[in-house]
């Protein structure tokens, strides 16, 4: 597992116990202690344009990106609702959290909450295992063991799929912050994939055109990026030219009147005495609107989003001293009195960094092209099973027809014949004069003879009185 950092711990709780000044950014499930104060600032309010309307707007919980994220939003809601636990997170300390000591403190939640927990739990054992059935069901495994299956998700106890117990609020505190740590890793990742997937598209294309179309290609492909990298200079994130900008266009102040403590105040949002990675990350939007427009053809959303995210991890490895990545009034103070503040190097937007190397974008199209292989072979054999259906299905359409085509002609023969044609179950539609019913025979057996009701006349009795009649006739 990661190496634990408090700051997940602090972020998760923020957000919803705002009474004890807890605030989330992107890590939303270490909201579980702090209970520092912002220091008092006294700010001039004929200055501040708005402030009050800044520190009454809402704040949204942030989207984790986990898989478990309705889950884990659902039981932080339930637990605020107890007393006790809310006490309990008043003191406590990283420490009693990373040691799985708050946990335990679950025991001591009301009846009502532990039932509306325990719903919940079942609730998502249920989604777990209904995704687990999609998964296999192409495979059509009956003898798949779900349990078994369960074990890959770590934020619940698996075992125990019915209550929720500490040790559930335990494994979901750990596995989402382990899983928060390495969630910048895997956007960068990702980002680099998205990247060099838009170069290999854009080779293959122009593999598809000739000499005249690919040189115009190339042309209008190199004045893009030449527009692109046309913008106004990009200050360093952090700095104090960058945050009197902010002061100046943002906050519509007079940048000569920069103040940090009262720069601090106004985009602390929630007013919990910290920045979050949130906060942060709204404080470069000016900077971001210099280089990408979505208006403008040749700027990439996806690569102006990353760009922010590099943004705010390089002023929290600058500025957060204790790696909690929030950052304190205490820590934002130190950070203006550095050389780096008042002197910064140029900062590097993408579009001036090699994202990829040739070597490594060789090695993402053999993977490609291995995917594309595998496909095709996938799609042959559908392609065969498809047919081979087809003409498993014109062969029982052919023995149909010549099934029914024999019926029809015993049906015209027995025509033919004098006969009756036949029900569905063999037998006759209707018995000639004089025949006895199959049916009778057993109830009726030869040489026994049965008073019949009243008014029946026997069968050779009625043929006899026919035929008298004929002869009189």
Not at 197 to 217: A, F, G, S, V
Not at 321 to 338: C, Q, Y
Request: net charge negative; proline share 4%; glycine share 4%.
């Amino acid at each position: 597992m990661a190496t634990w950092h408090p700051g997940f711990v602090k972020s998760w709780f923020k957000i919803k116990w705002r009474t004890f000044l807890l605030q989330s950014c992107v890590l939303l499930l270490t909201y579980l202690v702090i209970t520092l104060e912002a220091v008092p600032i006294d700010v001039d309010k004929t200055k501040v344009q708005g402030e009050e309307q800044i520190e009454s707007a809402k704040v949204d919980n942030p989207d984790t990106g986990l898989y478990y994220d309705a889950y884990l939003r659902q039981v932080i809601d339930v637990l605020e609702t107890d007393k006790h636990f809310r006490e309990k997170l008043q003191t406590a300390d990283i420490e009693e959290i990373k040691s799985g000591k708050l946990s335990k403190e679950l025991d001591l939640v009301s009846h009502h909450v532990r039932t509306k927990l325990d719903e919940l739990k079942r609730q998502e054992v249920a989604r777990l295992r209904m995704l687990i059935k999609a998964k296999i069901d192409s495979f059509q495994d009956s003898g798949i063991d779900h349990q078994s299956l369960l074990k890959q998700f770590e934020h619940l106890n698996h075992q125990n799929p019915h209550t929720f117990e500490a040790k559930d609020l335990d494994m979901l505190i750990k596995t989402a912050t382990s899983d928060l740590e390495n969630y910048d890793k895997a956007h960068h990742d990702e980002f680099k994939r998205y990247e060099m997937m838009k170069e290999h598209e854009r080779r293959e294309y122009l593999k598809t055109l000739d000499e005249e179309k690919r040189h115009q290609e190339e042309s209008k492909y190199e004045e893009m990026k030449k527009k692109h990298g046309d913008h106004p200079k990009v200050n360093h994130p952090g700095s104090k030219d960058q945050l009197k900008e902010v002061w100046e266009e943002a906050d519509g102040l007079d940048p000569n009147d920069f103040d940090p403590k009262t720069f601090f105040k106004l985009h602390d949002v929630n007013n919990d005495g910290f920045l979050d990675e949130q906060e942060l990350e709204a404080l470069f939007t000016k900077e971001l609107e210099k280089v990408y427009d979505p208006k403008n053809e040749e700027d990439d959303m996806v690569e102006m989003e990353e760009e922010r995210l590099r943004m705010r991890e390089h002023v929290m490895n600058e500025v957060d001293i204790n790696r909690d990545r929030l950052v304190t009034l205490d820590e934002f103070l130190r950070a203006t009195e550095k050389k780096e503040f008042l002197e910064p190097d140029s900062w590097e937007t993408l579009d001036q960094q090699q994202l990829f190397t040739e070597e490594e974008l060789k090695e993402f199209e053999s993977h490609i092209f291995q995917q594309e292989d595998e496909l095709q072979k996938k799609a042959k054999e559908l392609q065969r099973q498809k047919e081979e259906l087809e003409r498993q299905q014109d062969q029982l359409q052919a023995q149909k027809q010549e099934l029914q085509q024999a019926v029809q002609q015993m049906e015209l023969k027995k025509l033919q014949q004098g006969l009756p044609p036949a029900r569905p179950d063999g037998e006759l539609k209707f018995q000639p004069p004089g025949a006895q019913p199959v049916g009778n025979t057993q109830n009726n057996p030869e040489g026994s003879r049965q008073p019949l009701p009243p008014g029946t006349i026997p069968v050779q009795e009625a043929a006899v009185r026919s035929d008298h009649v004929q002869t009189h006739t």
